[in-house]
């Protein structure tokens, strides 16, 4: 049995698959019914609306709804989209135990304990039938997928089979025959009062206890039953009557549920004996038993379409399949050959020519698990595993040249024992034995070499003379000639291996893991897949593409990856060419699928700096999209998004982002928003671009930002302006601060007399000796009644300086060269933009930022005669107006340690800033998918994720603080000079061979931290300190995710600490809330004790037991319940306590026992 998908619940009673959906149903013991997606492995929603156990659950086969029927006595149709129930059907008595939804009418079919079974019309909402006859509890009841009849399985020991075309000929609905049929004949009658609606057809007797379950085979006559007989019972039936064909025997208690292979010969049943049986129809005898340790199962249910089961039990539920569906296959050049129905079939890429080649031995039992082709000797080797791997065989066959597809040959191989087997060189090929050693054989499958190696327990082709050994943990690339390991990955339960066409690069794929390496086993990147990995092959340009149960994906060398399209179904891909994906359906069907290919080729273009590719894309493709912008801009391309983003708000951040003024400001322009401007102010200043600046201030109408920029660029006019405008405004504060700017005393005078403020005012201008304005001031003072201000004697004139000269052209900047795609757009847009229209400077090569010096001229006596500084003049490049300048270098000997440098201006001239590097903590990002090693970057939204998909933490606010705490010491700072920030440095815990780009974080927190917090908490508990206790064995319980292992013993510590936490709390929150209660009445005195029994079972350290027992043996002691302290107390004494308390124990263990309660 292969376990698709497990949850953990109350029992489940009820189980359905939906038929398109990867979903199913089930209803629960606690009165739950719950939808889980079980490729995602994830719970979509819960209904809870019945009052006791859900019994029967069932999907509609078109129609978004399923119906449920309960110990409740009632039946409710739900719809799953409106996430509510629509209709509750009431009539049956008691507890209903199945319910289903009819093909094809518009009926629900139901079994109850109250010995009838019910046809419901759920679109009249009424009873249609009733079916009556059974004498005890009708344990299932169902319909036939074809014909108009029911089975029901009663505890009467009795299986019924009952002809319902009576109730369909009143409903006037098409028989059998079909719609032709009821043309055919329009005048027929229906007899309402003669027929029944339902009669009974056959009685089925032979079982000697109660039935539980009934089920029709798909296609045949023939009907299964299981009952609490331990019996499997096979009846075949015509038109005329019903016989029992045979019974299986084998389960050892009730059978609960019993049902037909859909598609092959086969028997499911399980059991309360905890094991679910497979039965081969024909033989009657038992092929598989799946059994687990302490669950009954109650329940089973086939997938409509699909190979899948699933099976409920006492603690949840399992989703199975029987055998694996994986082709096996391998490829060569445009040659496919793959094993279906027996046969080595050959399918060409090229023609799509696909033929059978030859025809394989052992029977369908046996299914081919994987395959290795040698095209030199055109050989291959068919390898076989059993349920005992112990007892798996390979073949080796050599393919006939010329064979009949209609009738291929059946070439006599050459068979043995072996777990795997795979070639290794033209003429030689190595089998991994039962015992684990490997034997490389020759072509006449005779032994020629053994290898003792250790802990292998799987192999793979790794090119000539080289294997890959898997164990549990790792994959060890090993040399078979030298006897040598080579190199080694980590990566847990390898079970497929995919080189590439040239063998330069491999993809180990585990089941959620896929790990890229190239020749030399470094490994390259790791990437995590939340559900399974199917499948993978390597695209002609290097891009390994791959599927999960539900995607094509594809994964770059340096650990890009992403999605190309979805599936609806799991496919096996063989080979990638262009846009077509070649690939095995899991009916070993050849198909041809349409990809997309841009996304990642673009990627990849943009990785490899193959800038006229990525050009080229950006213009002709549609790649638009979040996901492309932002992984541009992770990847630090800003300036490429932003050449095919229409968006203009997208447009403004990424032009920002990558410093561009010219398209930040048209951007700005046409957004024309108050935020926006600010920003691209912002970052204009910073620039030096104070035009701009100047321009977002006005469009902002920040007239004070706008002064201070005046002030510091010295334009007293604008400042003048901005005066006589806070003026108008009326903007008081604004018009005195420029007044201020501009040193003009008679204007802040004026505005403080206007203000009220004459006092101020007179002093300003007494300071300022304006005798007229002093005089004027003076007289509105009344002097008797209000003091003059005195005016300071050793006042000093506050006058602004004068500038020097007026800043009107923007800061120099250095003249860079511009970027592949800059220009390239340039030449593409043609010349022009945002700033040529403002009339601003921009960067031109010969003036590199300096400004015009063409205006600087010279006396006489000076330099030129009015062409300025004339470059070739100074170093005596004009030879026939003289040579008065002795400036020329030829002759000058330089000292040969004297490195000169290269010449500004020299060549191109430009200044190459250096790249933006990546941060370290985006490395530890990058390298390490441990939540602590995010929580350590400051990357506190993947490090939510990843503990999220790997724990199951969905409530983040207890680990805010534990967040924080850990980022604090993810660096070490220092102070490098006074007065300077402090420098960070990045600590690695793998420092040895970290280097640039594999580091990953020091972790502060360790193991034996959290077993010295355990010992503090144990104090506490001990102490009696309950509520301090609970809050370190949280916080330890909430730490433990945090932890960096690096071995299984401390795996198995940390769950350890996992285990003792959730015992401790769950048991002192038990005792913390026992002292809350009142404990006045006898029912509260028994629930005191109740909770103190309870927390007995608690497994917690022998001296905490030892005081819980004690706890409880004196609670019951008290209430005279003599026997169950009695109980307490022998538990204690096995426990060896101290002397006297031991003594104190024995003497209440043996009081008389008045009576004991439950």
């Known amino acids: 049995m292969l376990t698709k998908f497990e949850t953990k619940s109350a029992r489940v009673k009820g189980l359905s698959f939906h038929s398109k959906r990867p979903w199913v149903l089930t209803s629960l013991h606690n009165g739950i019914i719950q939808l889980w997606d079980y490729r995602m492995c994830t719970l979509i929603d819960k209904f809870d609306e019945h009052d006791g156990p859900v019994r029967g659950v069932c999907f509609h086969g078109q129609q978004p709804l ?136 056959h009685v089925l007797e032979g079982h000697d206890r109660g039935v539980n379950w009934v089920s029709f085979h798909p296609n045949l006559p023939l009907i299964v039953s299981g009952a609490d007989d331990r019996q499997i019972k096979l009846w075949r039936m015509n038109e005329a009557k019903a016989w029992e064909v045979d019974t299986c025997r084998g389960h050892y208690n009730n059978v609960s549920c019993v049902l037909f292979h859909p598609r092959q010969e086969l028997i499911l049943s399980n059991s309360e004996d905890k094991s679910i049986r497979v039965w081969d129809m024909s033989k009657r005898t038992g092929v598989q038993t799946f059994r687990r340790e302490n669950d009954r199962f109650w329940v089973l249910q086939a997938h409509p379409t699909l190979n899948i089961f699933a099976a409920g039990h006492d603690s949840g539920m399992v989703i199975f399949k029987l055998e694996r569906e994986r082709p096996a296959y391998a490829v060569h050049n445009n040659i496919l050959y793959y094993v279906k129905d027996r046969y080595l079939r050959k399918l060409d890429f090229t023609t799509s020519k696909d033929t059978a080649v030859m025809q394989l031995r052992g029977g369908s039992r046996m299914p081919v698990y994987s395959m290795s082709y040698n095209p030199a000797e055109n050989g291959v080797l068919i390898c076989t595993k059993t349920s005992n791997v112990e007892n798996s065989t390979y073949d080796l066959y050599a393919i006939p040249k010329n064979s009949d597809s209609q009738n291929p040959d059946a070439p006599e191989g050459k068979r043995s024992s072996g777990l795997t087997a795979v070639w290794v060189a033209r003429n030689r090929f190595a089998v991994l034995d039962r015992s684990h050693t490997i034997v490389i054989k020759n072509l006449k499958n005779e032994i020629t070499k053994k290898i003792q190696v250790s802990d292998c327990d799987d192999i793979f082709y790794a090119g000539t003379g080289c294997l890959l050994l898997r164990n549990a943990e790792s994959v060890t690339l090993y040399d078979v000639q030298q006897k040598r390991s080579l190199a080694n990955v980590k990566i847990a339960k390898v079970k497929y291996v995919v080189w590439s066409g040239d063998m330069s690069h491999v993809a180990l794929l585990s089941k959620h893991v896929i790990a890229i390496c190239n020749r030399k086993f470094d490994n390259l990147c790791t990437i995590h897949e939340n559900i399974r990995v199917k499948s993978g092959a390597w695209d002609e340009s290097g891009v390994f593409v791959y599927t999960t149960s539900n995607h094509i994906k594809y994964a770059l060398t340096n650990g890009d990856h992403g999605i190309i399209r979805t599936l609806d179904l799991p496919i096996y891909i063989t080979r990638i060419k262009g846009t077509k994906v070649y690939c095995l359906d899991r009916e070993v069907r050849p198909r041809v699928l349409e990809i997309d290919p841009t996304e990642f080729q673009f990627k990849l273009a943009l990785v490899n700096r193959k800038y006229d590719e990525v050009l080229h894309m950006v213009r002709s493709a549609n790649l638009v999209g979040q996901s492309i912008i932002a992984y541009l801009q992770k990847k630090g391309y800003p300036e490429v998004a932003l050449h095919f983003v229409k968006d203009e708000k997208t447009r403004f951040g990424l032009a920002l982002e990558c410093g561009n003024l010219e398209i930040a400001l048209e951007a700005a322009r046409a957004l024309d928003d108050k935020e926006c401007w600010e920003s691209l102010g912002e970052i204009a200043l910073l620039q030096g671009n104070h035009q701009i600046v100047e321009m977002a201030y006005q469009r902002t109408k920040n007239f004070d930002k706008l002064s201070f920029l005046y002030l510091i660029t010295g334009n007293l006019e604008k400042m003048r302006k901005m005066m006589k405008i806070a003026e108008i405004r009326k903007d008081t504060s ?198 602590v090693d995010h929580v350590l970057a400051g990357s506190f939204e993947t490090a939510t994720r990843l503990l999220h998909d790997q724990v199951g933490v969905v409530s983040f606010d207890v680990y805010k603080q534990l967040f924080l705490q850990t980022y604090s010491r993810s660096r070490t700072s220092y102070v490098a000079l006074p007065s300077l920030p402090p420098l960070f440095g990045c600590p690695h815990r793998n420092w040895k061979e970290a280097g640039v780009k594999h580091g990953v974080p020091a972790v502060g927190l360790k193991l034996n931290d959290l077993v010295e917090r355990l010992q503090t908490a144990y104090q506490f508990t001990t102490q009696g300190k309950f509520a301090d206790a609970i809050d370190r064995f949280r916080s330890i319980l909430l730490s433990v995710p945090l932890l960096v292992v690096n071995n299984k013993q401390e795996v198995t510590e940390a769950q350890q600490l996992i285990e003792i936490c959730r015992e401790y709390i769950v048991g002192l929150t038990m005792e913390n809330k026992r002292k809350e209660l009142p404990k006045n009445t006898l029912e509260q005195q028994k629930r005191l004790c109740e909770m103190a029994a309870y927390f007995t079972h608690s497994n917690v350290q022998p001296v905490h037991l030892i005081l819980t027992l004690r706890t409880a043996q004196n609670l019951f002691f008290k209430l005279k319940n003599f026997k169950t302290a009695a109980t307490f107390a022998r538990r204690l004494l096995e426990l060896g306590p101290r002397p006297d308390v031991a003594q104190q124990v024995g003497g209440a263990r043996y009081l008389p026992q008045p009576y004991r309660w439950r």
């Open 66 to 201: 399923f119906v449920s029927g309960g110990d409740d006595y009632k039946i409710k149709v739900w719809n799953y989209k409106q996430r509510r129930c629509l209709f509750t059907l009431l009539g049956h008595l008691d507890y209903i135990r199945t319910t289903v939804f009819h093909h094809e009418y518009p009926w629900i079919l139901s079994a109850s304990d109250d010995q009838t079974i019910r046809i419901w019309n759920w679109q009249s909402r009424n009873c249609a039938c009733v079916l009556t006859g059974h004498s005890h509890y009708v344990m299932s009841a169902t319909f036939h997928p074809s014909e108009d009849l029911i089975a029901s399985a009663s505890l009467d020991q009795t299986v019924r089979v009952w002809d319902m075309s009576g109730l369909r000929k009143k409903n006037i609905s098409p028989g059998a025959g079909g719609l032709d049929d009821h043309v055919r004949n329009p005048n027929q009658q229906i007899d309402l009062f003669g027929t029944s609606d339902a009669i009974v057809k």
């Open 734 to 931: 604004g018009h005195f601060q420029n007044a201020l700017y501009l040193g003009d005393v008679s204007e802040r005078v004026k505005l403080l007399k206007q203000c009220g403020q004459k006092s101020l005012a007179y002093l300003t201008a007494a300071t300022h000796n304006l005798e007229e304005e002093t005089e004027e001031l003076k007289g509105q003072f009344d002097l008797e009644k209000e003091k003059l201000p005195d005016v300071y004697p050793g006042a000093m004139l506050l006058q602004p300086p004068v500038p020097v000269s007026r800043q009107e052209t923007n800061w120099p900047l250095l003249t860079v060269q511009k970027g592949f795609f800059e220009g390239a757009m340039k030449t593409k847009s043609g010349k022009g933009g945002a700033q040529a229209k403002m009339a601003l400077e921009v960067d031109d090569t010969e003036t590199a930022g300096w400004g015009d010096d063409d205006d600087l001229r010279l006396d006489d006596d000076g330099l030129g005669g009015g062409g300025g500084f004339d470059d070739e003049a100074l170093v005596g490049g004009d030879t026939e107006d003289g040579a008065g300048w002795d400036v020329g270098d030829e002759d000058l000997e330089l000292p040969p340690d004297l490195d000169a440098g290269r010449v500004a201006g020299e060549d191109e001239g430009y200044y190459v800033p250096p790249s933006k590097g990546t941060t370290q903590q985006q490395v530890w990002c990058n390298n390490s998918q441990l939540p």
